[in-house]
């Protein structure tokens, strides 16, 4: 599963050995693969800054984890032609040790083997000034991606808009990579060159009629350039003055006078459009994804930190000072086993809060003082971390 609990409880004996329990319980029943989660020491503060602080990091967690959706989302629409290599995208590289800097970190590997990136977010530093690092970062993020992918989805519009109108049929389709200069009778000031749609059944029609649909129509002058499935397009040559009249009887006759007269300075710019549009998106697509790589994994990286910062809080709030309190990181491994997990973990720890233990037996039992709802409220610090990204 790509589903984590992160949790943590005092690291006196009495809860160490709460924790061997638990892991005891845990493995013997399947249940679940636990592993330490190492969160360094940091500067505490005032208790007062320490809830403030609690509030702030519950919010920048739930934008961290849009911002990364958001961004995996965003990987996937660029790689449109190759979606099954989406996930190979999605790394958070750099992240572990220095020796690993280089290799290709998977997102569940980096969660499992989580270690505290003292460089980039140095602990000795004031909680409040590690939290405002995380946020200016990930702020910088979004601001990029904005722009980033606003440019790229602009571009990626006008293309498609650009090769609908070679889509559809022959009633609203541009023409100018059908037709060509030699269809035409061009620069003359009594004649002009007409494109007709008659539906396939009518062709033999047309071709006895049509120079008798108005007077002046040039003799032998209609060509089939174009066909689809309902029909086919045909050019017929007459004088200007009478094409009024030659719509009037073609309609009549079922057959569609298409409005194009050719531009050979619009069909040339047109094509250079077309041709722009996509050398424009294959420049933008390497450097793109490539950000989009690079910054998903400083994301998400970022995230993981912040998950570790709020059991570092929450815990600290809950258990008191001094700081001593052990994190453990628990994947389940399988849904079904979820709700035998956390009956396990309410068990082992249910000494720890007592009312909220059987709160969460009995949803209609108030706990003071706690805002939030009781589903979310556990004897035990408790953070979830869901790498499904892509659903």
């Not at 061009?186 to 059944?201: F, H, M």
């Not at 459009?273 to 050398?279: D, F, H, P, Q």
Request: glycine share 4%; with cysteine; net charge neutral.
């Amino acid at each position: 599963m790509s589903e984590f609990w992160l949790i943590s409880a005092p690291g006196d004996k009495e809860n160490l050995q709460a924790l061997e329990r638990m892991n005891t319980v845990t493995s013997k029943s399947n249940l679940s693969h636990n592993t330490k989660f190492t969160i360094p020491d940091f500067k505490v503060g005032t208790l007062d800054s320490l809830v403030g602080l609690s509030d702030e990091l519950a919010k920048l967690d739930i934008f961290a984890e849009s911002l990364i959706r958001r961004m995996a989302q965003s990987v996937v629409e660029v790689m449109e032609d190759a979606k099954g290599k989406v996930q190979e995208n999605l790394l958070a590289n750099g992240g572990l040790k220095e020796k690993m800097k280089c290799l290709k970190i998977d997102l569940t590997s980096f969660v499992t083997h989580f270690e505290w990136d003292m460089a980039k977010y140095p602990a000795k530093q004031p909680l409040v000034s590690v939290v405002d690092t995380l946020a200016k970062q990930l702020a910088q993020i979004e601001t990029d991606l904005k722009s980033r992918t606003a440019a790229y989805n602009t571009l990626k519009t006008n293309l498609e808009n650009l090769e609908k109108k070679s889509m559809g049929n022959l009633f609203t389709r541009t023409l100018s990579d059908i037709v060509s200069k030699e269809d035409f009778v061009l620069d003359s000031e009594y004649l002009i060159t007409l494109l007709v749609i008659v539906p396939k059944p009518s062709y033999v029609k047309w071709q006895k009629t049509y120079e008798s649909l108005s007077d002046m129509v040039v003799p032998r002058s209609t060509k089939l350039i174009a066909e689809d499935k309902e029909g086919g397009l045909f050019t017929v040559t007459l004088f200007r003055k009478v094409i009024d009249d030659f719509k009037t009887k073609a309609k009549e006759n079922k057959f569609t006078v298409r409005e194009f007269y050719y531009d050979e300075k619009e069909i040339k710019r047109e094509r250079e459009e077309m041709t722009r549009l996509l050398s424009d998106k294959k420049q933008q697509y390497g450097p793109l994804l490539r950000w989009l790589k690079v910054n998903f994994s400083e994301a998400f990286i970022a995230w993981i930190h912040i998950k570790a910062l709020r059991v570092f809080v929450e815990s600290v709030l809950r258990y008191g000072l001094p700081v001593n309190f052990q994190a453990v990181l628990l994947q389940p491994h399988k849904k079904s086993c979820t709700k035998r997990l956390r009956e396990v973990l309410n068990s082992v720890f249910r000494h720890l809060d007592e009312v909220a233990a059987a709160s969460i037996l009995d949803a209609s039992v108030e706990i003071p003082g706690l805002q939030l709802s009781n589903q979310d409220y556990f004897p035990y610090v408790y953070f979830h971390i869901d790498l499904s990204l892509l659903n």
